[in-house]
């Protein structure tokens, strides 16, 4: 099976290619030089006030309880000419420490390393490889570009970044297309005893300005040989823009994972996610977001309890941006369990609730020649 996957990768590489040669000018022309930051400093209060400065296990951003704290702060160099294109991002904050913990030693302060070439001579297909932001999902690791401060639970535990090489194809404006090969799944260094690479893909359909459908995937293992268990992944969103004012989000991520090696049986988790943003006036928004996660088996969120995880939140954000540059957000999120689940210094409880701000900066600087 593997090499069938390698087989046609190459096969689609090689036949990607245009027959006829490029003009020389297109590769050695002048390239275009950015440089940007961004910066988002954080305070959380947790009304089940838990022990430790961090909250609860299945959060990686805005996860710190009582303290101001930096989510995250990075710096990006990024050079692009019209057939071809290179990033580096460094990156510090509790969201790396929490989500690159299992990577080695200054891997995690890498937020992107990658390069790409264009394959074809109106570049439309391209080949990247390196350290990428996830084929997965509609929300980023930085909090501006997302309707709500905190990160939906469906976010929190799926990939925010992939290490590989993506063959993106777009043949027009309303298509893009790309397959992966990939370390693993949200992995830089792939994981001890692990032989096989892991798949993914991605189909993206914008029929119109104002609405967008997108369908990713993995196939793959976040186990080592000896006790491999497939993964089998889908996420599927859709972005609505539907007055003016009014924008609707809405997702579903749906996971299968092999109760063991070689099993037939399959253990699911599942995840829909609402998220209604709404434009008050030029300077102020306010967005509302409903959620429901279900890991009975705690594939992602292991619980030790009768029911697993299983979870329903309902959260609340206003915003604030004086300009494009600087963001001041609220928020305020209510989480209800099945189970009590929740750590608090009274014993663990089914319910959650806390209180976040934000202040967040970003900034880019453009030479071009």
Same mark, same amino acid.
């Given at each position: 099976?593997? &090499?069938?996957?390698? !087989? ?6 090689? =036949?990607?290619? $245009?027959?006829?040669? &490029?003009?020389? *000018? ?10 940007? +930051? ?5 305070? #959380?209060? *947790? ?10 296990? @299945? @959060? ?6 009582? %303290? ?22 460094? &990156? ?12 080695? +030693? ?40 997302? /309707? ?19 063959? +993106? ?22 994981? /001890? ?8 893909? &991605? ?5 119109? %300005? ?9 196939? +793959? ?30 997702? !579903? ?16 988790? @599942?995840?829909? #996610? ?16 409903? $959620? =429901? ?25 206003? *915003? !604030?941006? /004086? ?7 609220? $928020? ?9 689940? @929740? $750590? ?8 959650? !609730? ?14 071009? *020649?």
């Amino acid at each position: 099976m593997k &090499q069938i996957w390698w !087989f046609g990768f190459l096969c689609l590489l090689f =036949f990607s290619f $245009e027959a006829k040669p &490029q003009k020389a *000018d297109a590769w050695t022309g002048k390239p275009e030089l950015t440089f940007s +930051g961004f910066l988002d400093v954080f305070y #959380v209060y *947790d009304f089940a006030r838990p022990d430790g400065p961090s909250r609860q296990p @299945f @959060f990686y951003n805005h996860n710190r309880h009582n %303290e101001f704290n930096l989510n995250l702060g990075f710096i990006q160099w990024n050079v692009s000419n019209a057939k071809y294109r290179a990033n580096l991002a460094l &990156q510090s904050g509790t969201y790396p420490n929490d989500n690159y913990a299992d990577e080695p +030693g200054l891997l995690k302060a890498v937020l992107e390393a990658n390069v790409g070439i264009s394959l074809n001579a109106n570049n439309s297909l391209w080949l990247d490889m390196g350290i990428m932001p996830s084929h997965i999902g509609f929300e980023s690791a930085i909090s501006m570009d997302n /309707p709500t401060l905190t990160r939906s639970i469906l976010a929190e535990n799926s990939p925010y970044f992939m290490a590989g090489a993506k063959l +993106g194809y777009q043949p027009n404006e309303k298509w893009y297309l790309a397959g992966l090969i990939l370390n693993g799944w949200q992995r830089i260094q792939r994981l /001890p005893g692990n032989s096989i690479p892991s798949f993914g893909s &991605q189909v993206t359909f914008t029929p119109t %300005e104002g609405m967008t459908f997108n369908w990713s995937t993995f196939v +793959g293992t976040n186990d080592p040989d000896s006790t491999r268990r497939m993964r089998y992944f889908n996420n599927i969103f859709g972005k609505f823009q539907l007055s003016e004012k009014l924008a609707l989000t809405a997702g !579903f991520d749906l996971g299968l994972q092999q109760s063991q090696k070689g099993s037939s049986s399959l253990d699911p988790w @599942f995840s829909p #996610v609402v998220i209604a943003q709404y434009k008050i006036q030029p300077h102020w928004r306010t967005a509302i977001r409903a $959620e =429901f996660y279900q890991d009975r088996t705690g594939i992602m969120i292991p619980t030790e309890t009768a029911n697993g995880f299983q979870t329903l939140g309902i959260s609340g954000t206003l *915003d !604030f941006l /004086p300009t494009d540059a600087i963001m001041l957000r609220t $928020e305020a999120r209510w989480l209800n369990s099945q189970d009590r689940i @929740f $750590e608090s210094p009274n014993g663990n409880t089914s319910t959650n !609730f806390f209180v976040g701000v934000s202040l967040a900066a970003r900034f880019n600087k453009t030479w071009a *020649d």
